[in-house]
């Protein structure tokens, strides 16, 4: 089975792979387009030019097309036809089909079910990679020898520790408090512990300097799971376990968790292993919400620290890092392998809402998605079977072979499992994204490095399409009439704290 699995993967991220290209050791993917000096095939067609010829006034353009098949949409705007003189513009409303960056960090191939970390398959290093090992790949670009990943480790794991200052600051949030909001205090709270790094104080080229990068890394790789043990115990009123530095990344994570004052305590490793898949698995995946927002905000030139809590309150989004949960409530709801077939009928009639199938790039099986099914059985014969694995499955095979699922492309991705695994190691739903943010954090580093090193880099500034009122002459109060609804502040109920304290007397 183990053999086979890895044929089939190389069958994938090989796909129409020619004898003598295998031979070589190049991919094909296709027969028709062109190939670069890699084997890689020619993005989008590969470079040339594009003729536009203008309708509106049948001036003709050639706008030049890059090696990676991209235009300049600045070239874009030499396109006019009088009015205000404003060139034109693409309009893409969530990016559908933007480029907005060069990067090397991760590599997904939607079509096909493909992702890559710096050009090596997920599945490979699911199978034998670490999550350290794998981030160091992830933002360095190379898998480490025994003495860098050596190095690398223990710099990780010495910097796990959080300041006095930041376990006051998150010692002082309220019991309810949500495990992102509590990851999201700690993240900026660490902003304010680190001055020296921080350009608004040190000046604007203190990260040119290697080392400063290097030290931020390692701490913010390092007190992530840290912080997330804080936003775990925030609930329980208790203090996690101090880090330890001898154990491996995800089995210190649940140290934290369930070491208590016990020391000698050790993690099942078997469950530490499968977190540990858990968190290469979410380590990074190129441009998404949270990814996008971390190159914006380093744009601009903040504190890696602001970056990182920018990028992880993105996450905290219920249509990005929160839809693992969202799945967890739908097999719930369903709760019976019979059920399922009526709840497909439900979701055709649009009665029903279907999580955890389809993705804005995948139009396949989400890799990950294999991977993970793959730790659940792993976790379950620990931790015991969850019964709604079955309605999973059974959900998941009756989609794929309904043509009204297969038509729209709709395959499980990453959420449609990672739920079920973290409910049976334990986690109440609303700690879910807290799991996703720790390896993530990983990903916005390594795009952070890239934002530094890149000359092309500007900060973000996108132009609007502006539909509003065009010109209007400021009214005395008394002349203007009442508005609608929508254009003014509704009744905003006061407290009954409030209405207590103003009852009495000299209240203010």
């Not at 376990?167 to 019991?175: K, R, S, V």
């Not at 104080?201 to 290097?214: C, E, F, H, K, P």
């Not at 500007?458 to 109060?477: A, H």
């Not at 929508?486 to 905003?492: L, S």
Request: charged content about 20%.
């Amino acid at each position: 089975m183990a053999a086979h699995h890895r044929i089939a993967t190389l069958q994938r991220h090989l796909a129409s792979v020619s004898v003598s290209e295998a031979e070589h050791g190049l991919e094909r993917v296709g027969t028709s387009a062109p190939h670069d000096q890699t084997g890689r095939p020619a993005v989008a067609g590969g470079p040339g030019s594009l003729t536009v010829v203008d309708n509106r006034t049948g001036r003709r353009y050639e706008i030049p097309i890059s090696e990676h098949g991209t235009i300049l949409a600045t070239d874009l705007k030499k396109i006019t036809a009088g009015g205000d003189g404003v060139g034109l513009r693409p309009f893409d409303n969530g990016y559908l089909n933007v480029t907005a960056c060069k990067s090397a960090v991760s590599y997904i191939d939607g079509d096909r079910g493909v992702l890559r970390y710096r050009g090596y398959p997920i599945e490979q290093l699911a199978e034998r990679s670490t999550f350290l090992e794998t981030a160091h790949l992830v933002v360095y670009g190379k898998l480490p020898t025994a003495p860098e990943a050596a190095r690398w480790e223990e710099a990780v794991m010495r910097h796990s520790a959080l300041p006095v200052a930041v376990e006051a600051a998150l010692a002082a949030l309220p019991h309810d408090a949500h495990p992102m909001g509590v990851l999201l205090t700690g993240l900026a709270a660490l902003s304010t512990c680190h001055p020296e790094q921080n350009p608004a104080l040190a000046g604007q080229a203190i990260y040119a300097s290697r080392d400063v990068q290097d030290k931020q890394i390692v701490r913010l790789i390092g007190k992530i799971p840290t912080l997330g043990a804080w936003a775990y115990h925030v609930a329980s009123g208790r203090r996690p376990a101090p880090p330890n530095q001898r154990l491996g990344y995800a089995e210190n994570f649940l140290y934290m968790l369930d070491g208590g004052a016990r020391p000698n305590y050790r993690p099942n490793p078997r469950l530490a292993r499968a977190l540990d898949v858990m968190f290469l698995l979410h380590a990074e995946h190129e441009l998404n919400c949270s990814t996008s927002a971390a190159r914006h905000l380093a744009s601009s030139g903040v504190d890696v620290y602001t970056v990182a809590a920018g990028a992880v309150g993105a996450l905290y989004g219920p249509l990005h890092g929160g839809a693992n949960e969202a799945v967890l409530r739908m097999l719930r709801r369903i709760g019976h392998v019979d059920a399922v077939p009526g709840f497909l009928e439900g979701v055709k009639n649009r009665k029903e809402k279907m999580f955890g199938f389809g993705h804005r790039v995948y139009k396949n099986y989400d890799p990950r998605a294999k991977l993970i099914q793959a730790v659940a059985e792993e976790v379950f014969d620990i931790a015991g079977r969850n019964p709604l694995i079955d309605v999973a499955l059974a959900l998941e095979k009756a989609a794929r072979a309904d043509d009204y699922f297969v038509s729209r492309k709709l395959y499980p991705n990453v959420d449609f499992f990672s739920g079920l695994v973290y409910s049976a190691m334990g986690f109440q739903p609303n700690f879910f994204t807290v799991l996703f943010a720790i390896p993530r954090i990983t990903g916005y580093l390594a795009h952070w490095r890239e934002t530094l090193a890149d000359p092309d880099t500007k900060i973000v500034r996108p132009q609007q399409d502006y539909t509003g009122v065009w010109l209007r002459d400021y009214k005395p109060m008394k002349d203007r009439v009442p508005g609608k609804p929508e254009e003014t502040v509704g009744d905003v109920k006061p407290s009954g704290a409030y209405i207590r304290r103003i009852s009495g007397t000299n209240w203010q």
